[in-house]
């Protein structure tokens, strides 16, 4: 038994290091592909540029290059390829996030990192990203997806269920100008609250009736996606976590810890309308964990109250200007059109 264990351990670290080396030999092929495509790009806008090609006359160059290159390259070089190359050169060749330096050549890399981030995304992720209009928008699903190594599929999501817009409705013109240059920056506990929240993926029906525990548990099952629309830095500690004060039993629905606040966060799930009870609720449990749970060197708690429907004023007026850690933001179980 002990040399088939031994044999085990053996099996187990040969085959994490054939794994590393596989992610990073295809990473290296991806970086290349990308590399290689922006500096396509480059020397099609440098010849039309010295040449002073007019647009017809340009059409003419890519579909006569289209032809050469498929002919010793094979595949990946139609004329609708190549204009994407050439549109992804115009659009990045000033990039403060990934291809900002079009001066370095293949032997360099022709990348110059640069301080906000890190990793250069798959072609996919950019062919995606150039059908986003607004530069400021995509530059900051750029970096999301570099620093969360978010995949095409997520990035797709994250940009239906418009991110970027509901991080940017509370905030002024020079943070939103901050999210398209750093992505999202959690500093203080309004930096992870969105408004709406969108939990399409829980598969809830939008027009039937649903229990609270359904809820609970759909979001459970589903607990990826919803620390990914929770956002970063969520970790999960608990369901149904339970606390008690003077003999009564309450349940908080669930508990997370965030890893940048260093504070607890407490969610409670609310199917119907939102009612006063339910912030006085909340108000008890936040106050509880910063009395009896959390420690001298984490930070004060974070209530979010999730609810299907909200009254603005009634809001307004149940929360003090003391109670900037407790919020209310609605949830949604579709992706909006």
Do not use: C
């Given at each position: 038994m002990?040399?088939l264990s031994?044999?085990?351990?053996?099996?187990?670290s040969?085959r994490?290091?054939?794994v590393?080396?596989?992610?990073?030999a295809a990473y290296?092929v991806?970086?290349?592909?990308v590399?290689?495509?922006?500096?396509?790009?480059?020397l099609i806008?440098?010849y039309?540029?010295k040449?002073?090609v007019?647009a017809?006359y340009?059409?003419?160059t890519?579909?006569q290059?289209s032809?050469?290159l498929s002919a010793?390259?094979g595949?990946g070089?139609?004329?609708?390829n190549?204009?994407?190359?050439r549109?992804f050169y115009l659009?990045?060749?000033?990039s403060?996030t990934?291809?900002?330096n079009s001066?370095?050549?293949?032997?360099?890399?022709?990348i110059?990192?640069?301080?906000?981030?890190l990793?250069i995304?798959s072609?996919s992720?950019y062919?995606?990203?150039m059908?986003?209009?607004?530069d400021?928008?995509?530059?900051?699903?750029?970096?999301e997806s570099s620093k969360?190594n978010?995949?095409l599929?997520?990035l797709?999501?994250q940009?239906d269920?418009?991110l970027?817009?509901?991080?940017s409705?509370s905030k002024?013109?020079?943070?939103?100008k901050?999210?398209?240059?750093r992505?999202?920056?959690i500093v203080?506990?309004?930096?992870?609250?969105?408004?709406?929240?969108?939990?399409?993926?829980?598969?809830?029906?939008?027009?039937?009736?649903?229990?609270a525990q359904?809820?609970?548990t759909a979001s459970?099952?589903?607990?990826e996606?919803?620390?990914l629309?929770l956002?970063?830095?969520?970790f999960?500690v608990?369901?149904?976590v339970r606390?008690?004060?003077?003999?009564?039993?309450?349940y908080?629905d669930?508990v997370?810890?965030?890893?940048f606040?260093?504070c607890?966060?407490?969610?409670?799930?609310?199917i119907?309308?939102?009612k006063h009870?339910d912030?006085?609720?909340?108000?008890?449990?936040?106050?509880?964990?910063?009395?009896?749970?959390k420690?001298k060197?984490?930070?004060?708690t974070?209530?979010?109250?999730?609810c299907?429907?909200?009254k603005?004023?009634?809001v307004?007026?149940?929360?003090?200007?003391?109670?900037?850690?407790i919020?209310?933001?609605?949830?949604?179980?579709?992706i909006?059109i």
């Open positions: 002990k040399k031994i044999q085990n351990q053996l099996y187990q040969i994490d290091l054939l590393k080396a596989k992610d990073a290296s991806n970086q290349l592909l590399i290689t495509n922006f500096q396509i790009g480059k806008i440098e039309e540029q040449g002073n007019r017809e340009s059409d003419q890519l579909i290059l032809k050469k010793q390259f595949n070089f139609s004329v609708d190549l204009e994407r190359m549109r659009m990045y060749k000033n403060a990934v291809l900002r001066k370095n050549n293949l032997q360099k890399t022709g110059q990192k640069s301080a906000t981030v990793r995304l072609w992720h062919l995606f990203l059908r986003i209009e607004n400021s928008e995509r530059m900051f699903y750029e970096i969360e978010w995949s599929r997520e797709q999501r940009y269920t418009g970027f817009e509901r991080l409705l002024n013109k020079k943070k939103i901050q999210l398209s240059k992505g999202q920056v203080r506990p309004e930096d992870v609250i969105k408004d709406p929240y969108i939990l399409e993926f829980l598969n809830l029906p939008e027009h039937h009736s649903y229990s359904e809820f609970e459970i099952s589903k607990l996606d919803f620390l629309e956002g970063k830095g969520f999960f608990g369901r149904q606390i008690t004060i003077s003999e009564d039993h309450y908080i669930l997370f810890f965030h890893r606040l260093k607890f966060v407490l969610i409670d799930l609310k119907g309308e939102l009870k912030i006085g609720q909340m108000k008890m449990y936040v106050n509880y964990y910063d009395e009896e749970i420690s060197n984490e930070n004060k974070i209530g979010i109250i999730l299907k429907s909200k603005d004023l009634l307004k007026y149940t929360l003090d200007k003391t109670d900037k850690q919020f209310v933001s609605k949830y949604k179980l579709y909006p």
